[in-house]
């Protein structure tokens, strides 16, 4: 199956379309816990008709019990959707920002491919390929290309197999949050400070992985995985916390230096934002504007699941809203 992340992208600030389909599921199969929601698109924003969190402590490798989580979450979700839309993560995916020559949509995979052999840490023939222009001036083009192993993918979609479900889409984490986000764009206008589109960080703490989107506006400029996440942090304390803030600069320092322009704040998603001190941590170490991002706030919820304490898991849900979104 492609990574075909790219369809029916939400773009910043023009006013979402409505969509043909009822109800769409994302399943967010995170290291430590679990996560699916279900929206409906009846109404704009999307309403989140149901949410479940499980936490699990199931090697991604046995896909037989992971599938029996993962059918006990499917179970207490109940959707109407018929397809489940999911991602992969960590080290088998790798995202590259790459500045090419302006050429047809015709030249342009094998193009890809071409650039991907030098840029991507795997043989070219172990990885799926997809990629997407986020934009073009003159001559040149900004292409974002992603590699994901193929084993992953294949592992994964062994999971949903085994559970009987059937994949819609098959998504990246990092841009499912990011996908998340430009919908939460769309409810928070205000977010565009004096005309002027603002460079947001997103950071999402999961339990061992953090992943960090850099945007422009509702642009996708950098996106990258760190292996830290709430587990290292809750053992390990500041110095953890202290690794994550030396990657995350890194990323900011690069992000400048291709950009020509510095972040303006950092949103905290994720597990991690639960545990006490990390944004200020954060806020004190960069010196960039940082807070917690609720991802619930793009969205329409029914009443209920303020009953059933959706607030307590909103942080986490980014990925599986995104992947809903899809």
């Not at 979402?16 to 430590?32: F, I, Q, Y």
């Not at 949509?105 to 043989?123: G, H, K, N, W, Y």
């Not at 083009?141 to 819609?168: D, S, T």
């Amino acid at each position: 199956m492609p990574l075909d992340r790219f369809k029916n992208k939400t773009k910043g600030k023009k006013k979402a379309k409505k969509a043909k389909r009822p109800s769409a599921v994302g399943l967010d199969l995170g290291t430590t816990s679990i996560k699916a929601v279900e929206l409906s698109f009846g109404t704009s924003p999307p309403t989140v008709e149901s949410a479940v969190l499980q936490l699990h402590d199931t090697a991604p490798e046995d896909s037989a019990q992971l599938a029996k989580v993962v059918r006990q979450v499917l179970d207490r979700l109940q959707p109407s959707a018929k397809k489940i839309n999911v991602s992969i993560s960590g080290q088998p995916v790798v995202a590259r920002f790459v500045h090419m020559p302006r050429m047809s949509l015709d030249e342009i995979s094998s193009a890809v491919r071409f650039e991907a052999q030098d840029r991507i840490p795997f043989e070219i023939d172990e990885v799926i390929l997809d990629h997407q222009v986020l934009s073009q001036e003159g001559n040149s083009m900004f292409v974002l290309l992603v590699a994901a192993k193929k084993n992953a993918v294949e592992q994964r979609l062994e999971v949903l197999r085994q559970a009987g479900l059937e994949v819609g889409v098959l998504d990246v984490d990092f841009f499912a949050v990011s996908n998340c986000f430009q919908q939460w764009l769309l409810n928070h206008e205000d977010w565009i400070a004096e005309g002027q589109e603002k460079s947001t960080a997103l950071l999402n703490i999961g339990g061992r992985v953090t992943s960090i989107n850099v945007l422009n506006g509702s642009t996708l400029c950098l996106s990258r995985d760190i292996l830290v996440g709430t587990e290292e942090i809750l053992r390990l304390g500041r110095a953890a916390l202290g690794k994550l803030v030396n990657e995350t600069r890194m990323s900011l320092d690069y992000y400048e230096s291709q950009l020509g322009s510095r972040v303006d704040a950092i949103l905290l998603g994720g597990g991690g934002v639960h545990v006490t001190g990390t944004a200020e941590f954060i806020k004190e170490q960069l010196g960039v504007p940082t807070d917690t991002w609720d991802p619930l706030s793009g969205f329409e919820v029914v009443p209920r699941l303020a009953e059933e304490g959706i607030e307590k898991i909103k942080h986490q849900l980014a990925v599986s809203l995104g992947l809903a979104l899809r």
